[in-house]
């Protein structure tokens, strides 16, 4: 973990420097939270988050980790090795083994044990007058030629290139717009997800995606739900700040919920059969 004398030197780092030089009030009167932003790389969104030791590079990152990290494997290649990494985690202390047998590795929670990370994800929610705590930090250390198949995710994210390139294909999703599960494409629309799809399933990316080149420093913001998928042109080192507040149903069901307990013939069990 960051030692706490590291904090005095950390540069601040709040949605101003994330977004430099694009002005703060222009994405949140046209981008926040609904439409994407690429901006090409700056140096200026670099130096604080690369002047945390840990963030220099993926071992640095994997000697402080406290959780497991979650492994990716390669777009291409072994099969075996598909197969036995899967959908699976390892402790930190074997993810590098992993990593150089071609396997991404996914940091979660980074802030639960970088505390600058702590300090940078409070700064920006209180310029996106969020909730403390409804933003996490994740990190994604991938190889040359390793990537992400197309699909899309609940939340919202703002993404910092750190170290090498990354090719993105990004599209609106008008499939499921909004959606509150992660979805790969070539699966079936499943439960919730099912009730809200419109239209067919999808076998590729929509028409109307376009694709760039994210080089050092260059951030991408993509809004809740955009499809994407991702190609690492060399290896790669990115840092990604998730915002998780809660859906609108979710606040409105807490809410009913809250006066219906009041009433003792709601708290009582159903007798309802299967």
């Given at each position: 973990?960051?030692?706490?004398?590291?904090?005095?030197?950390?540069?601040v780092f709040d949605l101003e420097q994330l977004l430099s030089p694009y002005s703060v009030s222009e994405f949140l009167?046209?981008?926040?939270?609904?439409?994407?932003?690429?901006?090409?790389?700056?140096?200026?969104?670099?130096?604080?988050?690369?002047?945390?030791?840990?963030?220099?590079?993926?071992?640095?990152?994997?000697?402080?980790?406290?959780?497991?990290?979650?492994?990716?494997?390669?777009?291409?290649?072994?099969?075996?090795?598909?197969?036995?990494?899967?959908?699976?985690?390892?402790?930190?202390?074997?993810?590098?083994?992993?990593?150089?047998?071609?396997?991404?590795?996914?940091?979660?929670?980074?802030?639960?044990?970088?505390?600058?990370?702590?300090?940078?994800?409070?700064?920006?929610?209180?310029?996106?007058?969020?909730?403390?705590?409804?933003?996490?930090?994740?990190?994604?250390?991938?190889?040359?030629?390793?990537?992400?198949?197309?699909?899309?995710?609940?939340?919202?994210?703002?993404?910092?290139?750190?170290?090498?390139?990354?090719?993105?294909?990004?599209?609106?999703?008008?499939?499921?717009?909004?959606?509150?599960?992660?979805?790969?494409?070539?699966?079936?629309?499943?439960?919730?997800?099912?009730?809200?799809?419109?239209?067919?399933?999808?076998?590729?990316?929509?028409?109307?995606?376009?694709?760039?080149?994210?080089?050092?420093?260059?951030?991408?913001?993509?809004?809740?739900?955009?499809?994407?998928?991702?190609?690492?042109?060399?290896?790669?080192?990115?840092?990604?700040?998730?915002?998780?507040?809660?859906?609108?149903?979710?606040?409105?069901?807490?809410?009913?919920?809250?006066?219906?307990?009041?009433?003792?013939?709601?708290?009582?069990?159903?007798?309802?059969?299967?």
């Amino acid at each position: 973990m960051t030692d706490l004398s590291d904090l005095k030197t950390i540069e601040v780092f709040d949605l101003e420097q994330l977004l430099s030089p694009y002005s703060v009030s222009e994405f949140l009167t046209s981008h926040w939270p609904e439409a994407f932003l690429y901006l090409e790389g700056n140096g200026k969104r670099l130096a604080a988050p690369l002047s945390i030791r840990e963030l220099t590079d993926v071992e640095n990152l994997a000697r402080v980790c406290k959780r497991d990290v979650i492994l990716w494997p390669p777009k291409n290649g072994n099969t075996s090795l598909h197969e036995h990494v899967a959908d699976q985690s390892c402790p930190p202390n074997l993810a590098l083994g992993f990593y150089d047998a071609g396997v991404t590795l996914y940091f979660t929670q980074v802030e639960s044990y970088v505390l600058p990370i702590r300090q940078m994800l409070r700064s920006i929610e209180n310029d996106l007058r969020l909730s403390p705590g409804t933003m996490e930090c994740e990190i994604f250390a991938s190889r040359k030629g390793s990537g992400t198949p197309v699909h899309f995710d609940h939340e919202i994210n703002f993404n910092i290139q750190l170290k090498g390139k990354k090719r993105w294909t990004i599209a609106k999703n008008t499939s499921a717009p909004s959606p509150l599960t992660h979805f790969k494409i070539y699966d079936t629309p499943m439960g919730d997800l099912a009730s809200y799809w419109e239209g067919p399933v999808l076998n590729e990316i929509p028409s109307n995606s376009r694709s760039f080149l994210a080089e050092e420093g260059s951030l991408v913001f993509l809004p809740q739900g955009y499809w994407h998928s991702t190609v690492c042109e060399t290896d790669s080192l990115a840092l990604s700040f998730v915002a998780k507040p809660p859906s609108w149903a979710s606040i409105v069901i807490k809410l009913i919920r809250a006066e219906l307990i009041k009433d003792e013939r709601w708290r009582k069990r159903s007798m309802i059969q299967k």
